[in-house]
């Protein structure tokens, strides 16, 4: 039930991306010298890099950059592409993501391209930034969302991090501040970087002086990546504890990277099994105390009608109760159903492809002449538990559509198809993401959640009209995004570091 996906969007957050003085700048402050990185690229760069999981290979990056030109300018193309497979009994998971980006040589962002298979189907995003406006489209199953936003003057590309430390003045304790486009987030994210020591590392049999940086991205409680680089820009090492779990990128040879990946199993690595009291699947009530090894419960926990959270003197610590309403205490109306507050989960969005005419046809078969939006929300809350007969893991993330289409998948293809038809017909949902327990413990999880007069939790993958009380809402957006990260928040601050005792 763990989401591969954000495990992939994490790990491209940490692979393309790349706070001396004490000294700390913005990006305004330095004189970047644009011809000092034209020489720097007189000749193409070409980097493979070995993608490691818990000292597992599990893939390779490949990052290229060249002089080039756009729109009749000078410009720096840098290609970098991403592939993870994941080998686990039973399943083979491949994701693949190339970018494509263009940049001034003052690493001015220009244009980028973007395509990933993380849903089973090429997903494709293509941004130009003119006058400090980002005019982005998004393509996924021949549905295209267009955006417009601004974005700060200080903003590079994700991509070019590397290049824009390699040329300052680079000296330990060196600190700036600046705004960095993530082409996973789709958006500028403020973003620290440190030059923490001097030091050398083994490549290939030959010892190389390099820097190792520290990158603090301000998203999900934020992210950190330690860098090995040298003087030129070459990245030699990439790590980090992103999702609890260790993750490298060492520079190697084309051959080693390219070469067989190992078998790791990400969900029986990232499963919490409970203390105390054995908790009861379809249980209407669950208190248990939590504990974090690092961080703030109350950060990583969300609070609301259904549970509620008491902290204790130290923010790691707290205790938590889960209730399901009663079904005779459901407050329900017609649909439509339109208030101010829900109106942004009747949205149409990238994963949710709510107006599309299948998902409208579907959810009007489903419901037939029922009105009560709660009575039309347990229809299609049945109907995609039952439809959806080939439930597994075989993609990444597949939207409503694909999910529709091929009725397969497992708990975020139940989610985002419930969520589409609820929406297609008036009933505003979004999706919930936390841990649920299963057989013998906690595992990551999706399920959404209606709004027919108050909040209703279901979940049409284990086929619960209620939601039972061992659903835990994780930290996370209400509203999904065109890259959905946001719902790994909360899995950010708990994997691998929350520990969870039941007392009832």
Same mark, same amino acid.
């Given at each position: ?42 000749? !193409? ?46 399943? *083979? ?52 969302? +267009? ?129 105390? *009291?054995? !908790? ?6 669950? +208190? ?68 599309? !005419? ?100 279901? *979940? ?21 995004? *065109? ?22």
């Amino acid at each position: 039930m763990f989401k591969i996906k954000l495990v992939f969007l994490g790990l491209s957050l940490v692979i393309i991306t790349n706070w001396s003085d004490a000294v700390e700048h913005t990006i305004q402050d330095l004189n970047f010298k644009a011809e000092a990185l034209e020489n720097m690229l007189q000749l !193409p760069q070409d980097d493979w890099l070995n993608l490691t999981l818990m000292g597992t290979k599990i893939g390779y990056a490949h990052v290229h950059a060249e002089k080039s030109e756009y729109e009749g300018e000078p410009a720096i193309r840098i290609r970098s592409e991403v592939v993870m497979e994941i080998k686990r009994t039973g399943t *083979d998971l491949r994701l693949a993501m190339t970018r494509i980006a263009y940049l001034g040589t003052g690493l001015v962002p220009r244009h980028f391209v973007s395509t990933s298979n993380e849903t089973g189907q090429e997903k494709l995003v293509e941004g130009r930034i003119r006058n400090g406006v980002l005019e982005m489209e998004t393509t996924l199953a021949n549905d295209t969302t +267009k955006v417009k936003k601004e974005i700060p003057p200080d903003t590079i590309f994700d991509l070019s991090i590397s290049y824009f430390v390699s040329q300052q003045d680079i000296r330990v304790g060196n600190h700036y501040k600046l705004n960095v486009f993530s082409m996973d987030v789709l958006e500028p994210i403020e973003t620290e970087i440190r030059v923490v020591r001097q030091d050398q590392i083994n490549h290939q049999g030959t010892m190389r002086d390099v820097y190792v940086i520290d990158y603090t991205m301000d998203i999900m409680g934020g992210l950190t990546t330690t860098e090995w680089i040298s003087q030129d820009g070459t990245t030699y090492q990439m790590e980090t504890g992103l999702l609890g779990l260790k993750m490298e990128l060492i520079k190697t040879d084309m051959d080693t990277a390219l070469g067989e990946a190992g078998e790791v199993d990400v969900i029986l690595t990232t499963k919490i099994f409970a203390q105390g *009291d054995r !908790p009861i699947s379809g249980s209407n009530h669950l +208190k248990a105390y939590l504990r974090l090894d690092s961080g703030d419960l109350e950060k990583a926990i969300v609070q609301n009608q259904r549970q509620r959270m008491i902290i204790g003197a130290d923010s790691r610590n707290g205790e938590i109760e889960v209730l399901t309403i009663e079904l005779n205490a459901i407050q329900t109306r017609n649909f439509p159903v339109r208030t101010s507050e829900t109106e942004p989960y009747l949205r149409s969005t990238v994963y949710i492809q709510a107006d599309h !005419p299948a998902i409208r046809s579907a959810a009007a078969e489903i419901v037939g002449s029922q009105g009560d939006a709660w009575l039309a929300s347990q229809k299609i809350c049945n109907w995609v538990y039952k439809s959806i007969t080939d439930k597994n893991l075989k993609i990444g993330f597949g939207s409503a559509v694909q999910t529709l289409e091929s009725l397969s998948g497992d708990c975020t293809e139940h989610t985002v198809l419930m969520i589409g038809l609820a929406r297609s017909i008036g009933i505003p949902a979004r999706v919930c993401a936390g841990l649920v327990f299963q057989g013998d413990a906690f595992y990551y999880h999706f399920w959404p959640e209606v709004f027919v007069d108050q909040w209703i939790a279901m *979940d049409p993958t284990l086929g619960q009209l209620l939601a039972d009380a061992t659903h835990i809402q994780l930290a996370g957006s209400g509203l999904e995004s *065109d890259s959905m990260i946001e719902f790994g928040e909360g899995v950010l601050r708990t994997l691998n570091q929350l520990h969870i005792e039941i007392s009832n």
